[in-house]
């Protein structure tokens, strides 16, 4: 799993303590790993345009382009409910800024993340390689396609950070058995929901209402 080198120097690390005991561990998120990530993941590093100490608050930060980071809360319930064990292979749509590539790449083997904006693809690679992060393979395209390319998928975990109004079948295609997906689902009305993948059968749930930028 990838190594940030800024994040045990956090300047702001009492920020990041008080967003995990007061946002999260508060409203019910309880895995000890994910609450570990975000206490050491630098969120400030990834919204540059925002205060240091606002990029912790309990909202969602605009990132340019039209894009935004999600609040922090919403970023944990989707992780949570993904369950990753430390040895799985997750697909990620929409890096954004990379913050929540980062926390993947904190929990996990390894990292594919696709984002559709060129100018926050580059931003959020140069960040994520400024802290260290080794285990994350970061390109521009479509989302509604996955990962295409032979040999990878399929993968253990899928995450989405912007809303289709349906699941794109790619991504259930590129699932792997037993694996589960999460990402927000909708247009007017949006839902996280949670997919997990039963041979030729997908269990789905709904999580909370959401509110997301659409898919590209």
Do not use: K
Not at 20 to 49: M, N, S, Y
Not at 107 to 121: K, M, T
Not at 177 to 198: C, F, I, N, T
């Amino acid at each position: 799993m990838g190594r940030g080198r800024e994040r045990d120097a956090n300047p702001l690390s009492a920020c990041a303590r008080r967003m995990v005991t007061g946002q999260l561990e508060a409203r019910g998120v309880t895995d000890p790993r994910l609450l570990d990530a975000f206490g050491r993941v630098p969120r400030h590093c990834f919204v540059p345009d925002a205060e240091p100490a606002e990029a912790y608050g309990d909202h969602p930060l605009p990132i340019g382009w039209g894009q935004t980071i999600s609040q922090p809360y919403v970023v944990a319930v989707s992780l949570e409910a993904l369950e990753l064990p430390p040895a799985c292979r997750v697909l990620e749509i929409g890096a954004g800024c990379g913050y929540q590539t980062a926390l993947l790449a904190e929990l996990v083997e390894r990292v594919w993340s696709v984002e559709c904006v060129p100018e926050l693809a580059d931003r959020a690679r140069a960040v994520l390689e400024r802290l260290g992060y080794d285990n994350v393979d970061l390109r521009t395209g479509d989302g509604r396609q996955g990962w295409p390319t032979a040999g990878v998928a399929p993968f253990d975990a899928i995450v989405g950070s912007a809303a289709p109004a349906q699941i794109p079948p790619a991504l259930l295609d590129q699932l792997e058995d037993g694996g589960r997906l999460v990402m927000p689902v909708g247009q007017a009305h949006q839902e996280l929901v949670q997919v997990q993948r039963r041979g030729d059968r997908y269990d789905r749930r709904n999580l909370l209402p959401v509110r997301f930028v659409p898919m590209r």
